[in-house]
């Protein structure tokens, strides 16, 4: 999942993208109301964190354009903000949740894959595909009910395929997903992780193929035996 975080303070910023990289998101860290519309034009994200008192304007005109031009990508709002007013403000003009600052990343994390599991949104609870199981919500994965270790890394390019089983995904889209703008992404990279994610069935004996379809993605696709 990928994720637009809206963040002046630059240390802040990278505390919580670390976070939210090692829970498996990719995120993409705006400092700016210009910066954060300048991304929006070409990403589409699958949330949105926002602060509201940015360097050029404040957040509130950033959550009014997004619900103008009918944008469903869910906004948090995270600030030191507390005011009833301000909560209230936000909420109307189409903010989904209201975070208050200091707080802690673990609630920052719930919140976010809470706003993810909402009805329309882009994650369910628990996925199945053969005798394989994904909770989103504890992030776990496991076969015929055993849990398995998996990076999170892989986990998210699992998550990815389960929820097109039996599809190709386009390695693009694996890419978009799965990676920042800032991060410096081999050629092979999308390989090293399904490799090693296709090592890992293998070794929980997992009743599916992780297929590659050549110069286009890849599939998660059932064994017979698993139909």
């Known amino acids: 999942m990928r994720i637009l975080l809206i963040e002046d303070n630059e240390r802040l910023s990278e505390l919580v993208a670390q976070a939210l990289t090692v829970d498996g998101f990719a995120v993409d860290s705006a400092f700016s109301l210009s910066e954060a519309r300048d991304f929006l034009k070409v990403v589409s994200y699958d949330l949105i964190l926002l602060d509201l008192s940015l360097p050029d304007g404040d957040g509130f005109s950033l959550i009014k354009d997004i619900s103008d031009k009918k944008i469903q990508t869910p906004i948090l709002v995270v600030t030191a903000r507390a005011g009833l007013d301000d909560r ?29 599991r909402r009805p329309g949104s882009v994650l369910g609870t ?9 909770n989103s919500s504890s992030r776990e994965v496991a076969v015929d009910g055993r849990k398995c270790n998996v990076s999170p890394r892989e986990m998210a390019l699992l998550e990815h395929l389960m929820r097109h ?63």
């Open 165 to 227: 089983i039996g599809q190709v995904v386009s390695r693009e889209h694996l890419e978009n997903s799965l990676y920042a703008m800032d991060k410096d992404v081999t050629s092979n990279a999308i390989e090293a992780s399904v490799s090693r994610l296709r090592r890992a069935l293998k070794k929980e004996g997992a009743n599916l193929v992780l297929h590659t379809s050549h110069g286009i993605g890849y599939a998660l696709i059932p064994t017979k035996d698993a139909m």
């Open 126 to 134: 628990v996925l199945f595909a053969g005798n394989l199981s994904f």
């Open 88 to 116: 209230i403000t936000g909420l109307n003009l189409g903010a989904d949740d209201y975070l208050v600052k200091p707080f802690a990343t673990e609630e920052l994390i719930a919140r976010c894959r809470a706003l993810l």
